[in-house]
């Protein structure tokens, strides 16, 4: 059975299970499930190399071919008891520290808000003898279950929730591409999701930089990143140990943010992410910040990490470099986003804004977005523009036909070497460079037009649709911002007025 058949017939099994109410839980059941499978196949692997000296990093029974991979297992009743009332239970507590038992540090923390759902121990047990189905030792099994894999979530992804879009790949590859990381760089994600960039940026060190068995240890150690939400934490890490990751410890389940700013090392070599826009934190998280950076709009926060954590440049290497997707209202927006780009310009080099059309995020939203190419270390000159086109004959973006990584060509074939101040870089109808004095001369607003680009009024429906789409995402967006600083201003107000009393 292929793997797209045998993960729709599990989703089938799991709409029959009263316990499982959604497409929410039926991925989260199904992530924990993939998960220990995933793992032990690894586990299999790890034995059989180190021979008499392995010793499992969980206790034996709940390795998953100790207890699911015999189709004629415990089923029912006994395999609900033996899940929820073993299984769960001791791994949520499992004893083992990140030093002395890493890979079961990993198990503890994937585990650590996960949930059994279903209430059938029958439907339970045709579950797990589909997953059974497929062979994660194969490595074209493990190449094909990425593509289904990543397909799960842009199916279940809904348009709107805080932000939060999962990243097109050929966006994804375009930032790895060009900020090329090397093999001994630190990469992180601050923003993990479900590990797109980390694992593109795996692949890319692995295929050009890794030759010997010492390079992959140290490429095993170089990826790093930090997820919020349970789900995504365990769908990474899963994602990771699929890529080749063996002990994905360096991707942690926490707020990136919750910490105060001044204690982050500047230590990090490459960032590529996608940080949540248009949502706002929690009640506490900009008081980890500059008090005149403050703010609850996400994106914001993220921007002012990454430039934190950027390494600094020193005699043997430059600063650290960074490719970030941000929202249109990032470049335009005034404010602490005026104070947030001014710091940028003059704490790093944001040399390249490549400038994306709309519909590259569909069907999730149609807001517009950019990609800021940033190193740290040198003040910002000029910054360059590059509005990236449709492909001939196509009006828009959608589920069927999304962004391809080839209609990247054009700005590799024009990028050029920043080592020589991007020397050979031309205007064009397309690309287009702005000297920092009349950057600080609009207040530091980014939106920035093609000038070579006369505006085109278009009365072509699907088109209007679209453009009349990509304004309410944006009001939407501006209306959750304004919550915030409304929401934060009224919090500040009643706390000065109970100092009073």
């Not at 390795?63 to 791994?91: K, R």
């Not at 990028?415 to 287009?432: H, K, L, P, Q, Y």
């Amino acid at each position: 059975m292929s793997i797209s058949s045998a993960i729709k017939s599990i989703q089938d099994i799991m709409r029959k299970d009263a316990g499982v109410d959604g497409d929410a839980q039926r991925l989260g059941q199904m992530s924990w499930l993939l998960f220990l499978k995933v793992f032990d196949a690894q586990e299999e692997e790890l034995a059989f190399e180190l021979e008499g000296a392995y010793k499992a990093p969980i206790p034996e029974e709940y390795l998953w071919h100790n207890w699911a991979a015999d189709p004629e297992g415990i089923t029912g009743d006994e395999l609900l008891d033996f899940v929820n009332d073993d299984l769960f239970y001791d791994l949520k507590n499992l004893t083992a520290p990140i030093d002395l038992n890493p890979r079961g540090f990993v198990v503890k923390e994937a585990f650590s808000d996960a949930f059994n759902y279903m209430k059938n121990g029958t439907l339970l047990r045709q579950v797990i003898n589909k997953l059974n189905e497929i062979d994660f030792t194969d490595s074209k099994e493990r190449h094909l279950f990425g593509d289904i894999y990543e397909q799960i979530l842009r199916d279940l992804q809904s348009a709107g929730n805080a932000g939060e879009f999962y990243t097109p790949r050929a966006v994804t590859r375009f930032i790895v591409d060009r900020l090329d990381p090397k093999l001994g760089e630190t990469i992180m994600d601050p923003a993990t999701g479900t590990g797109g960039f980390l694992a593109c940026s795996f692949d890319h060190v692995k295929e050009r930089y890794v030759h010997t068995t010492d390079d992959h240890q140290t490429l095993q150690k170089q990826i790093h990143g930090v997820e919020k939400k349970q789900l995504p934490h365990l769908l990474c890490i899963t994602n990771m140990m699929l890529h080749g990751i063996e002990v994905p410890v360096q991707i942690r389940h926490g707020n990136t943010l919750n910490k105060p700013l001044s204690n982050w090392d500047s230590n990090i070599d490459v960032i590529a992410t996608n940080p949540p826009f248009g949502g706002t934190e929690e009640d506490g998280i900009e008081k980890n910040f500059p008090a005149d950076m403050q703010t609850r709009e996400t994106a914001d926060l993220f921007l002012q990490l990454i430039i934190e954590v950027l390494s600094k440049p020193t005699d043997s290497k430059n600063g650290g470099r960074a490719g970030v997707v941000l929202p249109d209202g990032t470049l335009f927006g005034e404010g602490v986003k005026t104070k947030i780009k001014k710091m940028l310009t003059e704490e790093c080099n944001l040399h390249t804004i490549v400038r994306l059309p709309n519909g590259v995020f569909n069907p999730y939203t149609g807001i517009k977005t950019n990609i800021l190419f940033f190193t740290k270390g040198q003040p910002t000159k000029d910054v360059w523009f590059y509005e990236h086109p449709y492909p001939d004959g196509v009006k828009n973006y959608n589920k069927t036909k999304p962004m391809k990584f080839e209609e990247f060509q054009t700005e590799i074939d024009w990028w050029g070497d920043e080592a020589d101040g991007f020397a050979s870089r031309v205007e064009t109808n397309n690309a287009w460079k702005v000297s920092i004095d009349e950057i600080i001369t609009r207040n530091f607003n980014l939106d920035i037009k093609n000038p070579y680009q006369e505006a085109l009024e278009s009365h072509d429906p699907e088109e209007l649709l679209v453009t009349y789409q990509a304004q309410q995402d944006d009001i939407a967006a501006l209306r959750n911002q304004l919550k915030g600083i409304l929401g934060a201003a009224l919090s500040s107000s009643g706390s000065s007025a109970g100092g009073e009393k």
